[in-house]
C-alpha cells in the first residue's frame, strides 16, 4: 500500500521544486515549468517504507496551438 507520493521538478535553469501528492487515484499536481528541456521524477513510498521512482522523464518545451500526444487530430 502506497503511504506518500513525491514529484520533482528540476527546469532547465537549474532549479528544483517538489510537490507532495496524496496517495488517492487522480490526484494532480501542476508544477511551473520552462521554455527548456525540465526534468521530472515521481516517487511513491510504500508504507514497509520501500521508495521507488515511478517516472523519470524529460519535458520538452509545450508550444501553444501543439496538440497534446492523446489528442486527436
Known amino acids: 500500500m502506497v503511504n506518500s507520493c513525491e514529484v520533482i521538478l528540476t527546469t532547465s535553469d537549474g532549479v528544483t521544486k517538489m510537490r507532495s501528492l496524496e496517495p ?3 490526484d494532480k499536481v501542476t ?15 510504500q508504507k514497509s ?3 521507488y521512482k515511478i517516472l523519470d522523464d524529460i519535458l520538452e518545451p509545450y508550444q501553444v496551438g501543439s496538440r497534446l ?3 486527436a487530430p
Open 49 to 51: 517504507g520501500i521508495r
Open 24 to 26: 488517492i487515484i487522480n
Open 69 to 71: 500526444p492523446d489528442e
Open 31 to 45: 508544477l511551473q515549468g520552462t521554455d527548456g528541456n525540465d526534468h521530472i521524477e515521481v516517487y511513491v513510498t
